[in-house]
């Protein structure tokens, strides 16, 4: 069964970091890409981190627009853990916060945890 666990947000000041974490479990964690996604009432989930499976050429990391450059996602397969590294947040980065991956074509959701970012 799969099972994804988030854990990690918190209340912070802008400018300050957070890192936030999905511990897996059910699933060969290293065989597949995880995502991160956010959402804020009345908005659609948005996909905000992508983090490939281990490749020859190694792992691939893609961002939206909104995050490039303050994200960071990252992978420990040894513990099958997700991680995004959120620096320079701002108010607007104020949201519920998944995981998410795509095993044998269903999608499975951790039950997120809320970041928010306010003086």
């Known amino acids: 069964q799969v099972q994804l666990l988030e854990s990690g947000g918190g209340l912070v000041q802008p400018g300050e970091s957070l890192r936030l974490s999905c511990a897996a479990s059910g699933f060969t964690f290293e065989h597949f890409a995880m995502y991160w996604y956010r959402q804020t009432p009345g908005k659609e989930r948005e996909l905000i981190a992508t983090i490939t499976e281990p490749t020859p050429r190694g792992e691939f990391k893609y961002y939206a627009d909104s995050v490039e450059g303050r994200f960071t996602a990252s992978r420990n397969n040894a513990n099958n853990t997700v991680y995004l590294q959120m620096n320079s947040l701002k108010p607007e980065d104020t949201a519920v916060y998944y995981c998410?991956?795509?095993?044998?074509?269903?999608?499975?959701w951790g039950q997120g945890t809320q970041v928010t970012v306010s003086s």
């Open positions: 998410n991956t795509l095993v044998d074509l269903v999608n499975y």
